[in-house]
């Protein structure tokens, strides 16, 4: 368990729980944070279902449970096989709807917990996408930068990038592009893998990491976002003739990919207009940040942490507290 | 060892080393296959160098070679950790050129083996590709099929699958995409394999397979062979709600990912003014067929063992026999 902060107890107890970490914040009677910890136990680590939540919230934070006002959580604690199955709203959706479409779940006799539901956004073709966790976010987004619930394209890199489309205060629609998970699998299981330095090597400088990532992108963008399966085996034969050196092939892969992905959007008006917001870990949205200067786009980051701001502020309007 | 045929022994002996399996015939006097033996032997599972290689070579053949009058082996067995390094010949390049560049390496006093040498093509912006093996089966195409050197769009599927374009009798350029290989990561290591049947369940229907494979195949054409990253996301998103049967969800993904190869290779009039000509394993090259007739585009299909071929006409272009 990792801790921060502390001092009293009392006011909202609000949790992120993700697939492999679950974040806990503790907010004051004020909404200011007063403390924030996390732990590994992430919804797809916990056998033996709601018994098993219920123990990794008391582990991780029991001590603030007694005081609280309230508490909510938000991501994979509301899957199919979560703590409790909050569904899904389907987009297009107002982000004022979600605090009604809570669900709760007790824990022990005294404590409530409401439980954030996923979007579904359909396409054209009704082919369905889901998100988890993200809709927590874009509240939080919304909260700090009230314009952006107005008309916004924000991105979110990670393991399953989500693009989502924000116009006159709702979610209109959004769909997931699971670039993270494929340079994961393509680091550490494919052929491309022997040609590059382990993960534990020394890095490359800076500089270099950058240019190979560069390189990547541009890779992709001149293929217009097609052609990924050539231009990932390109990886392999420019390793075979020295033409990429170990340490920055992962960066050459990763602009590939992220080339491949923000190539593939092209560049609507709605892109072109105004900054594309970029939500999530600072690294990851830098890069993100590059790959669409290359195409001309204009970025705006937040790696601020937005899911305890949406928490707060749909907490708030449930009335769990303040 | 997996062995069919027999009777003498004499004439030639032929070897396709691949990564994972070692390919063996011997050819009579009279350039027919009399038999022909495999085992598990390929260069990737091959440890200690070139001895390592002479086992393997002498215990599926080892009663072959007294009488051979030549040994030639082609693959993987050439690459710069196979027997010996064979090199990579620069397209564009004759067909005919293949045999004096073989390198020889002995096995034994009395024995010489002679291995075909790969061959590497860069594209417009100097980047390399590179096949070994597929060379020689294109030289036992032209052998089956000597109009198509004169011209022909040769798609190769597998694990990494070659486009090669023959052009009066020359190897003019290719390029690989790794398309099997991305099948394979994300059917066993993503988080798409959890909604999807274990490999040694029993199988759906042909007709349910085939439609969806053709429905990935539409899904990807649709897309223009862009958006691979979002497609693969839907794979999940589907079956979240039911929409795609994890039975024949192997082959959505299957066709997801060789239509994005097909789409992204737009219509060419390579391809519209003549078959497209598969070479392979015939379940596959027949889904790549579907594929291709879907975006109106008529193939010819080789299953047959096209490197025996083209090891043999090496051969006797090299006077190893006959």
Partial sequence: ??????GASGGLVALDWGSTRLRAWRFDADGRIAEARSSGDG????QGGPPAFEAALRAVAG?????ARGVIACGMAGSAHGWRDAGYVPAPMSLDALPARMVQVPCGPDVTVHIV?????????GAPDVMRGEETQLVGLTAV???LAQGALVVMPGTHCKWARLQDGRLVSFSTAMTGELFALLREHSVLSRLMAPAGAPQAPQAQALEAFDRGVADAVRAGGREIARLLFGVRARGLFDELAPAVAPDYLSGLLIGNEVAS??????MRDRPVVLVGEAALCA???RALAQQGLQAEVHDEPLAAAGLARLAG????YA
């Fill in 117 to 125: 539901p996923g979007v579904l956004s359909r396409d054209a073709s």
């Fill in 1 to 6: 368990m990792v801790s921060t902060g502390g």
């Fill in 287 to 289: 890069r993100y940040a």
């Fill in 265 to 270: 959007a092209g560049a609507p008006a709605e």
């Fill in 145 to 147: 930068r009230p314009a």
């Fill in 317 to 320: 309007a449930a009335g769990l």
């Fill in 43 to 46: 919804a797809s680590r916990l």
């Fill in 63 to 67: 001590d603030w449970l007694a005081d």
